[in-house]
């Protein structure tokens, strides 16, 4: 049974009180520009495709039909797609997409076929994968999750106030604009499903006399991971278990803030990907890919690269290595090299560090009380001849190429003197040096900066804030 608690068919269902805050928007907002119709109705890719995280914004929005993958498969395409498995019997959905998209869903996949549907199910706990199962669910549906995806689904909800807010930094096309004084209301909206079959390790079932799998495959978006197996078509729907671009560096610990993924069970999932030898990936983000050799081949990279990078930081921790040292020296080999789009090989040192280690790193005995290095920066900034001498420096660090140094001085000058111009200007500088340093390839990494940077400029008081 569905709990009904995100409206996406809209008004009706929503707590009026709720609905006049204007928490959720029924309407996904102006239409962005989308590139031309030929590239985004592509049913498949055979190799890389030069699309990055920014790109989900305008996908498949220029599409007025759903895209043929095989003549049993179509996708809805959006922010995250719906993918739908058509059988003699009834239809199979693999994830539902966007609860503001899920109107044009719904019109382009029931133009293929409006058979009953027998089931659908949820790839992991992310909004933009379940959040519009209500719409699509009939009776008798079943609805069917990994055994981890309450406990998942529980705790992204019970954090969203603080979530949703982060998330607008890094998705601002995809998240609502929420007051500060509103934001626990947030929960109230928060799309909620109750699967009737959670899966452990495998659930096999039939429809149609197409033979379905569904299989337990930790990965790169979590621990409730699931995968579809079609046996017979040698098909495999991945979810997000990839990330949402094949292939690319995984993010094991989102900045955004969410439970680390970890990373043996996600080489199992590599290793369960290789044995059943799939002829064709359909993830739920972008294009399906085709190609048995290359899917193996690239699988097999990005597999050996996690695992390089693994033990590599094991074998650092044991030469008893900080993790700043790590996240410095660790890179892949160029053999190894993987797109980091999304997550960064330093940011999955540190993901492996504090999961095994934990947050005490034995530096300091302050590191065991509540009272952070920041409570005592103002005092330092005082001894050191206020927060323009700091500010100084910093702005010699960043002269010298060292912007990180530069502001590490900055926030102890700020902690002093919040409102300190010098040490804004170096803030803002070094921020942009960081920027062009990035050369605008990490989603998470360009979208924090902008974003600091706009709050730096607002805060100077300068144009284009």
Known sequence: MIVRQLATRCASRIPIAVAALGLWACDPGPEPTAGPPSESARPYVTGPFDFRTGDLEAFGRDLDQAVEVTDRIYQARGTANAQMVVTPEGRVLIDTGLPTEVDRFIEQLEAVDDGPITHIVATH????????TDSWAQEGTAIIAHAEFPHNQTYLKALSPLLMPRNKIFFPEDTPDIPRFARKAVRLLYPTIEPTILVHDRYDFEVGGVRFEVLAMPGAEGSDGL??????????????????IFPMWPNLTTIRGERTRMVMPYLDTLDRILELEPEML???????????????????????????????????????????TLMNEIRLPEELAIPEVHGKVSWGVRSIWDAYLGWFHLRSSAELYPVPPYAVHAEVVEMAGGADAIAERAAAKVAEGRPVEALHLVDMALAADPDNAAALRVRLSALEELLERSGGINHYEVRWLEHRIGETRRQLELPGA
């Open 125 to 132: 706990a992310h909004g933009d994968h379940y959040g519009a």
């Open 227 to 244: 995968a579809v197996w079609l046996p017979d078509e040698k098909v495999l729907f991945t979810g997000d278990l990839f990330g949402h």
């Open 282 to 324: 359909v993830p739920s983000h972008f294009y399906p890919i085709l190609g048995k050799d290359y899917i193996r081949e690239t699988v097999t990279k990005i597999r050996d690269a996690v695992a390089y990078v693994h033990d590599a930081v094991i074998e650092g921790m044991n030469d008893e290595k900080d993790v700043y």
